[in-house]
């Protein structure tokens, strides 16, 4: 198994159970987005700087924060939170947690590729396939929200 697809399976399963695992903790808040997001804001705290903190700290590898890396990797941090916010808020405001997740993980994806061409051009233009694979990305996510348990 490539060392890097264990990563991969873990945030699979991170993601996947995320929005789910929110949603019963907001209903265990009294239905607060709030109080929620704050409970995901601690447990970043706790597994976002503690853990690679400590792991900084021993390897004394300090000196490869750099003003880009830092800013850029801040801008993602700010990303990722709001992502996180707009998930509580979709909750919140009757979005369904078996009905987030399919368009949220099926437009992602689009929007990162999109994203990486940006911050990386490609050599080439994209295949046509590509495009298909957009319009089945699409197509895969409106099939999951049609025949998803109810």
Do not use: C, E
């Amino acid at each position: 198994m490539r060392s890097w697809l264990p990563f991969v399976l873990l945030t699979v399963f991170s993601w996947g159970t995320y929005i789910p695992t929110l949603h019963k903790g907001q209903v265990g808040l009294g239905g607060s987005g709030v109080h929620a997001f704050l409970m995901v804001g601690l447990a970043y705290l706790l597994v976002a700087i503690l853990i690679p903190g400590t792991i900084i700290a021993r390897a004394g590898s300090w000196d490869l924060f750099s003003s880009t890396g830092m800013a850029f990797t801040f801008g993602a941090g700010v990303l990722g939170a709001l992502g996180a916010l707009g998930i509580v808020f979709a909750l919140i405001n009757g979005g369904q947690p078996n009905v987030v997740p399919p368009l949220v993980f099926a437009g992602a994806p689009v929007v990162s590729v999109f994203v990486a061409m940006l911050y990386n051009p490609p050599q080439n233009s994209p295949s046509p396939i590509f495009f298909i694979g957009i319009v089945m990305a699409a197509a895969g996510a409106g099939l999951v929200l049609a025949y998803r348990p109810t």
